[in-house]
T-cell receptor, first 115, second 109 residues
Framework: DTAVSQTPKYLVTQMGNDKSIKCEQNLGHDTMYWYKQDSKKFLKIMFSYNNKELIINETVPNRFSPKSPDKAHLNLHINSLELGDSAVYFC??????????????FGPGTRLTVL | KQEVTQIPAALSVPEGENLVLNCSFTDSAIYNLQWFRQDPGKGLTSLLLIQSSQREQTSGRLNASLDKSSGRSTLYIAASQPGDSATYLCAGSNYKLTFGKGTLLTVNP
């Protein structure tokens, strides 16, 4: 069974559109994350949620809005997409409440292309 | 601000060779140091996590060391195999994980 799953795997859209990426984990973890990996393969954290509460927001434009309906799900909604948003977005989860103190499990990624 | 650097950026070795990947970090006040593997088009897989109080961790043919005082970690891979070909990322953990850019390893049969 997949531990951390993301949908869709690929997303191609026009500038200015609004899109969402969904993430689900079946590990029973308390903490979930969104990361962005740019074209240079640099992986950076965007958000972290613990038990549905936002605990890390790394100066991400407010066009990006994470939503956690329950602790097993963390969705990412992006408004007014820009060319620079093209990247691979990874969801991850861990048991620990403090981000970075425990092993993180990553989803397969969503490749977003903005035309 | 934590910065993580990995050297070399790419490494190509023949099958069977032992190899070392290097990782350095600027802020020694880390909770732990983690090594991940990323296959093309896939997510990251955790390999080893070394707590700040530990010096090394081992899993199978992998051994990772941590020297907080010098801000360095190494990942040692013994008897490399073509299946080890991937990008290896290290990440230092403060209140968040800060990743290096990775080392692209190619093991040639």
């Amino acid at each position: 069974d997949t531990a951390v799953s993301q949908t869709p795997k690929y997303l191609v859209t026009q500038m200015g559109n609004d899109k969402s990426i969904k993430c689900e984990q079946n590990l029973g973890h308390d903490t979930m994350y969104w990361y962005k990996q740019d074209s240079k393969k640099f992986l950076k954290i965007m958000f972290s949620y613990n038990n549905k509460e936002l605990i890390i927001n790394e100066t991400v434009p407010n066009r990006f809005s994470p939503k956690s309906p329950d602790k097993a799900h963390l969705n990412l909604h992006i408004n007014s997409l820009e060319l620079g948003d093209s990247a691979v977005y990874f969801c991850a989860s861990s048991q620990a409440a403090s981000e970075g103190t425990d092993t993180q499990y990553f989803g397969p990624g969503t490749r977003l292309t903005v035309l | 601000k934590q910065e993580v650097t990995q050297i070399p950026a790419a490494l190509s070795v023949p099958e069977g060779e032992n190899l070392v990947l290097n990782c350095s970090f600027t802020d020694s006040a880390i909770y732990n140091l983690q090594w991940f593997r990323q296959d093309p088009g896939k997510g990251l897989t955790s390999l080893l996590l070394i707590q700040s109080s530990q010096r090394e961790q081992t899993s199978g043919r992998l051994n990772a060391s941590l020297d907080k005082s010098s801000g360095r970690s190494t990942l040692y891979i013994a008897a490399s195999q073509p299946g080890d070909s991937a990008t290896y990322l290290c990440a230092g953990s403060n209140y968040k994980l800060t990743f290096g850019k990775g080392t692209l390893l190619t093991v040639n049969p």
